[in-house]
């Protein structure tokens, strides 16, 4: 997906202020400047405040979070004031001199009322406009038609009124008590305008519909301000002729600031003229034709800019070396003279700049056929122009969305500016619309600017031609034809004679090479007899792409290698290209520009489903009995099932090296998270030169006091010490313990213990805790062992502990446990990674004979989320389900599982018994705990994610309970959030509490 938009900054204006301070002056002239010139940055300002509400999908309970918003409600209040200043500073001036002028007498204060009341009405547009298309289209386009509305509306028609008002004398045409019908009329004439623009904007029936609320609603809004403002007024006498060169100005600025800045610019355009037409025609049945006349010109001029732009072109005239115009005002229309110079100077003297100038020219449709000129022209020119076509689309202003988006149909198919420009490049117009009406009109700019264009042909072209089919098959997600890809190949070979085309043709001989053969070992064998000539990744052009095609490569000589050994080492060998596999597309979204992504991530998607293939074939031996099931449900795992824990048992190595002061760790997890397993698999990672004591409480038996429990901890060390012993080093006794201070008899122990461990480190792990935690509330075990275990950790560094439970040590709130706070390291304990995940059920032992596919793979990881216990009784789950319908009821099935296997196993109630023990046990933490209603907030969120204030309505808890209550289940890893949304972390956790409801 593209970027936002470029993150450009005009000349005078030091970034994007997070957010609007009404009392900065400085922050009321980037509002009028966002709004006329720069819509972009105002879209930019509210997706920086929050993206979730921009991307929000239309509704008034969103419009509503936005007042609950610092930024936001800045800005409304910033609408009203800039409103009400303009109107002021400059409708007096205007109302002195027409009231000079006519040799009329003038009101000031009826000019400060008329001020208001044109302010007034920008805020009530701005409230109407927000309402209807946030509700109606999007939240984005209701926040921007609305705030633009409202700042052009409310501007002019502050300074208009502040000047008709102002002039008390008579005005006949819009005078109450000669024409009571006066109000009526100019509030549906209004109305009217506002609903031709809005049915244009948006387009069929929902246009129609939203254009027929919008103009009544403003036919409502100006005919209550009217009746209010002019019934007492005794007349009002101004030229008529006067009054429509101010309505044109004030219909004119509006639209065409309303339309640029909410839909395409073309499409604002065209709708702006149309509007424009539509109100002349509306005020001529309201006074004379004449004033309808004048006043439709005067706006369509405005809709046309041509005020701005003839300020633009002295501008430029005075001042050809500045920066030209295009880089502030991105909604130029006319062509400003030396732009195309102006274009060709920057990216001559700073490539990369220039780059950057000329996407932001490109995204202007009116001015498109300026970049494609000057873009063609320099690669026309230079003397490697496939290394500058590959920096363009490298670029970051290239993959920006042409047009910023508002929409969630814009989000999707609004293209980047990149895929734009390689359509201009050889002379193809590109759809940058979302709806029938503006892409007839971007058309029809683009037919009109056709001859500004450089239409020359080259193999340049072609390429780039090639480059957008490659782009477009991206985005539209298409496979490459086999006629495609050798055209593509003929294409290539034109390119030798340019630098970095030779590569450009290796690389594509290579790609037709690996999609040559429908079955594996034929291709491996193609892929190794093909010698193929790929060049060095030193000074490529593209070396991402050589990387992928060179490990594709080396897939390839190991396939062929094994293909004559056994059926476990093809087994491993496919394995590893699986894996490969994977990585490689992975990383073509972040790596690989998107024209070649789409014939790697076809090159890759075709091996994928060959080493699927040839799995199954391996695979496909006849059964003569059972396959032994070698996932462990419950118990410790060890051996080739102890996966993803590589970055634990490191840190655990790094922290007791033999050089260091070693600490003592707290392993802390969801239940089932494999807190026992790295316990048992730390004897063969440490090795010899560490003892591992099991200290599990549960084998133990139940002690009855401390002294026990520390007799019971002194015969494991004592047991565990090889043979022979010295003679003076004797067993510890019970009645040492007992009779004596327990404390003293197991320091007398260590000291003994000290002289003969010969350099060997104690490492006492102590699983479940929580148990000792128990016997210490229960007085059984008193509660100053803690701080004693702690004096026994700092006196002697080869006396180590380690603990494995669910809580972490800021839950442990017991003033017992404090003295470990500053001794004990804590270590989480999370879920398997994906790739941990597919290691694991793929090739739980050397030769399991099973055999998944890989959407199969993915699914169990969905369905987990990784949690160990779960995924090892999948696995358990699945390979009995095979044996079941294989050997008992004797069904027909090859040794390769699917998602309609996997649907079978998860629907069935014998898998949630024998998941019980997880299920239950997490149900339990959560009905145990504080804080209360945690189960309660469960059952809620079966259905479907719910934000805050969604549980609250449910639950009718308030927020700050439900956030405490969320935080801890968040904490022990049984609830997600994402997007505002919280939602179970285990799919299958969902579906279990789901079950116990409707049970």
Known sequence: MPQFSINRQCFWSSGLPRCLNPLQGQHYLWLLYWVYFRPTRLKEYFYQIDPTIYKAEPGLQTIFRTTQLPSYRNLYCMISVLSLCFGLGLGLPLLWLAGGHLHHSISLGWGIGGAIAGSTIGTLLLILFLGVFGTAVSVARGLMTGTVVGVSSGITNSILFCVIIGISQSFPWLNVETQPGVIETFALSFGLAIGIMVGVTIGGLAGGIVGLVLGGTGSLIVGMVFSVLIVVLSAIDIAAEQTGVVFGFVFG????????????????????????????????????????????????????????????????????????????????????????????????????????????????????????????????????????????????????????????????????????????????????????????????????????????????????????????????????????????????????????????????????????????????????????????????????????????????????????????????????????????????????????????????????????????????????????????????????????????????????????????????????????????????????????????????????????????????????????LPAKFQEPQLTQFTQQNPYQSFLRFLKHLDSVRAGRRFIITVDEFELLEHLIETNIVERRLIAFWRGLIQTYPWFVMVFAGLHTLDEMRQDYWCPLFGSVTAIPVEPLSFLAVQQLIIQPSLDFELKYDPAMVQQIFTLTNGQPYLVQLLGHTLVAYFNRIVFEQGVTHDKRLTLRDLDAVISSSNFYRDGDAYFAGIWRQVENSQPSYQSHILRCLCDRPLSLSELSDKTALSISTIQEIVSTLQKHGVIVEKDGRYAYAVELMRRWVQCLSVD
């Open 253 to 724: 600025f509006v639209v065409i600031a309303t339309g640029g800045a909410s839909v395409s610019l073309v499409k604002g355009v065209f709708s702006s003229v149309i509007v424009s037409g539509a109100m002349g025609i509306a005020v001529g049945f309201s006074s004379t034709p004449s004033v309808g006349l004048l006043t439709g010109a005067i706006a369509i001029c405005c809709s046309l800019r041509l005020p701005f732009y003839l300020i633009e072109l002295i501008w430029v005239g005075c001042c050809p070396q500045q920066r030209h115009l295009t880089e502030w005002d991105e909604l130029l229309i006319i062509y400003l003279p030396g732009l195309r110079r102006q274009l060709w100077q920057r990216i001559q003297q700073d490539f990369y700049s220039g780059i950057t100038q000329l996407c932001y020219v490109a995204c202007n449709p009116f001015q498109r056929w300026a970049a494609q000129s000057v873009l063609k022209r320099y690669l026309s020119q230079h003397p490697a122009p496939l290394h500058a076509l590959h920096h363009l689309l490298t670029h970051p202003a290239s993959n920006t969305y042409v047009f910023a988006p508002v929409s969630s149909e814009g989000w999707l198919h609004i293209p980047s500016i990149g895929h734009v420009l390689l359509g201009e490049l050889h002379n193809r117009w590109v759809n940058c619309a979302v709806d029938s009406s503006s892409r007839l009109f971007e058309c029809l700019v683009y037919q009109l600017t056709r001859c500004f264009r450089n239409n020359s042909q080259t193999p340049l072209t072609e390429w780039t031609r090639l480059l957008f089919q490659f782009q477009l098959a991206e985005v539209t997600k298409q496979r490459l034809s086999s006629l495609q890809l050798a055209e593509a190949q003929a294409i290539a070979a034109h390119l030798v004679p340019y630098p970095g085309g030779t590569e450009i043709c290796q690389v594509f001989d290579a790609i037709c090479v690996f999609l040559k053969s429908d079955r594996l070992a034929s291709l491996a064998e193609i892929v190794s007899k093909a010698r193929l000539s790929l060049p060095s990744l030193e000074n490529a052009l593209n070396p991402t792409v050589l990387e992928v095609l060179h490990q594709l490569q080396a897939i390839a000589l190991d396939l062929c290698m094994s293909g004559q050994t056994s059926r476990v080492n093809q087994q491993a060998a496919l394995l590893r290209a699986a894996n490969t596999l994977n990585l490689l597309e992975e990383g073509l979204d972040t790596h690989v520009i998107t024209p070649e992504r789409v014939v790697l991530r076809q090159v890759i998607h075709h091996w994928q489903h060959l080493v699927c293939d040839a799995s199954g074939e391996i695979g496909n031996a006849q059964l003569i009995q059972p396959i032994p099931n070698p996932y462990v449900i419950g118990n410790p795992v060890t051996g080739n099932l102890f996966v993803g824990r590589e970055d634990i048992m490191r840190r655990l190595e790094e922290l007791w090296s033999p050089s260091q002061q070693v600490p003592s760790v707290v392993l802390y997890g969801q239940r089932r998270m494999g807190k026992s397993s790295i316990l048992h698999n730390l004897r063969a990672t440490l090795g010899d030169w560490a003892v591992i004591i099991d200290f599990n409480l549960q084998v133990m038996g139940i002690v009855n006091n401390t002294h026990e429990l520390l007799y019971a901890l002194a015969i494991e060390m004592y047991d565990s010490l090889p043979t022979p």
